[in-house]
């Protein structure tokens, strides 16, 4: 409680010190006020008249005490001030007599929902993603959780952006089986395109750009492709494959489906040949926990099989 508060750096001892001393000697200031400022009854119950001739326009001033109920007043908001710093944390230096904080109430709260949600989520994880992903409640669990966590890279209809990959076109960096699904969201992913600028000369880079292109027939340079042929082999096979199909192991995207993250113009390819790419992908598996991002693989695995053919 009073540690959690000084542990989280927001206020240091001394100035809980500072806050404790200033707030009871307020206190006892207050109390001390009241009762020197008690003024008293003349003689016989006669109004105090003030020094000097205390007229104005007619209205003259008493010296006369506050009403009772009044002052009272002021004497029970000073009690009750002592009452809540005895209960409460207030003077933070304790605890108080309640031991209640915001943090304590935090955490019931955070308790009673895992005792309410735990079952749900442990009972999903007990089947496969490709199970669940037949489960409408589940879908419905896993759809707002993407809406919170994933809309803002994937986009609220799940085809991405540049850069961000469309997840339900039935093209996959890293592979759509549930598993792969998973994995991507549960450790996240960096894609690793490194960049030819400097190892290739400018034409080398449009050359094998055109070759790269020729490989879903978007080429209008067939000399140039040819030119590139000879660079592809042995500069971005290694990654891409021999055919230019591409790598789920390493997210190197397949060159020939005319699907592309970083755009298919020649110049957007040459900029991905020259510059690289580093997509990243961030891992959920602390954000969320294994339970959630299993409800999502689910999710992105339904959508994608139901959405596929539907680009
Ligand atoms: C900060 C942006 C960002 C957020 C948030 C994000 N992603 Fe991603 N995601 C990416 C990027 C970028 C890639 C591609 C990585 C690469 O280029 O190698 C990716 C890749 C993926 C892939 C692999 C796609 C493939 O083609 O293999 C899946 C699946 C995925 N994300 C699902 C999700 C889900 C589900 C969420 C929500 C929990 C999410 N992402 C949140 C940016 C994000
Ligand atoms: C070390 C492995 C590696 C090598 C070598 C490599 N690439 Fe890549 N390439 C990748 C990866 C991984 C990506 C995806 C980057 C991302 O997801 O951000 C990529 C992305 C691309 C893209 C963007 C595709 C799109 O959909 O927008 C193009 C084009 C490309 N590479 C062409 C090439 C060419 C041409 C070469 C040879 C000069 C090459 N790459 C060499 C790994 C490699």
Redesign the pocket.
Known sequence: MTDDILKSGLISAGWAWYVAIFTMASLVFCLWILRANRTQKGEGGKDVKLHGTNQWDGLREWDNPLPKWWSNLFYITVFFSIGYLLLYPGLIVTPGALNWSTDSLHRAEVQDAKKQFDPIFDAYMKQDVKTVAADKGALQIGGRLYQTYCVQCHGTDMRGSK?F?NLVDNDW?YGGTPEAIKTSILDG??????A?GE??KPDQ?TD??Q??LSLSGRSSAPDAAKR?EE??KT??????GPDGKG?PA??????TDN??????SVA??AE??GK?????MPAHKDLLGEPRVHLLAAYVFAQSQSQAGSK
């Open positions: 850069g990959p960096l992913r960096n894609g690793m395109m490194p030819f190892q290739l880079v094998v750009a070759y790269a590139g660079t592809f500069t971005c096979a290694a990654c891409h790598n390493l997210g190197a995207p397949n060159l699907v592309w993250l970083y755009g298919g957007a390819v991905s040949i690289g790419r580093q997509g990243k």
